[in-house]
């Protein structure tokens, strides 16, 4: 059996804890330019957001951090670890936050995501999220411009 269906069968969720954000962490760091900083990951633990890792042999596969609201819940944060992208493990994530999120009785899942990454959009598009709306200058940019977001949601 390869190591990514092997990986694939022992892959698991877990509580993100903050004895873990070093972890998580070194992937937001090495995903993004502009990543969230440790009081991002803090703040959200103590708020009581769902903060999930999904981790195979001890090891960080990648994270989602979501915010329940009356009806809906909105994704604040979702990423695999660049060199696991593009093995569906962004879907595994995507589908254990529905499941969720109907659980928790959501009508709505929202996220923004860059206008410029096409490639989160079509996974998102995927699962059957739909662009509803944009935020001007949403995401902080290269060179100290910015970066519109879609908005994008998905009916439970």
Known sequence: MNAVVQSLLEAEFEPMTEARLDAVLAIERAAY???WTPGNFADSLRSGYQAQLLTADGSVL???VAMKG???VHLLNI????ALQGQGWGRVM???LALWARGEGAQWLWLEVRAGNQRAQR??????????GERKGY?????????????MSLKL
């Not at 996974?123 to 739909?130: H, L, S």
């Not at 902080?140 to 908005?151: I, K, N, Q, S, T």
């Open 33 to 35: 330019e502009h990543p």
């Open 62 to 64: 990648g994270y989602f």
């Open 70 to 72: 009356v009806d809906e």
């Open 79 to 82: 990423t695999v670890a660049p």
């Open 94 to 96: 995507l589908d254990a």
């Open 123 to 132: 996974v998102y598009e995927r699962q059957g999220y739909r662009r509803v």
């Open 139 to 151: 995401y902080p940019a290269a060179a100290g411009r910015r970066e519109d977001a879609l908005v």
